[in-house]
């Protein structure tokens, strides 16, 4: 049975430890993405390495990756994946911007 791409993500956050992992179907409420998933780093450095190994791990396996922003500062880095976006935050950002109240 081939893993979905969501369980991949969250099985290769979860490498490093990212923490409060959600995932959120956006179908239907944005036109960019089916799916975000959002996740908690606990420092710059935590952010940075969860990205990258997400990145790396995803291009291994020959899955998309368009892009990722917010590496240069860590505090919030976003990897788009066509069908899923995932945010990668420290904990201070995710209570700012509340991305799960935007969506859900």
């Known amino acids: 049975m081939q893993q979905s791409l969501q369980d ?3 099985d290769k956050i ?3 430890k990212a923490q409060d992992i959600v995932t959120i179907d956006v179908q239907g409420k944005s036109s960019i993405t089916d799916f975000m998933i959002i996740c908690t ?9 969860i990205a990258s190994h997400l990145v790396d791990e ?3 396996q020959g ?3 368009l892009g990722s922003e917010g590496k240069s500062d860590s505090d919030w880095v976003v990897v788009d994946m ?3 976006i995932v945010h990668i935050m420290q904990a201070e950002s995710r ?6 109240k935007l969506w859900a």
């Open 14 to 16: 979860d490498d490093l």
């Open 95 to 100: 209570q700012l911007y509340e991305l799960e």
């Open 8 to 10: 991949f993500i969250i």
């Open 58 to 60: 995803a291009k291994k």
């Open 82 to 84: 066509d069908t899923v």
């Open 63 to 65: 899955h998309l990756v």
């Open 41 to 49: 780093g606990t420092s710059n450095r935590h952010v940075s390495s």
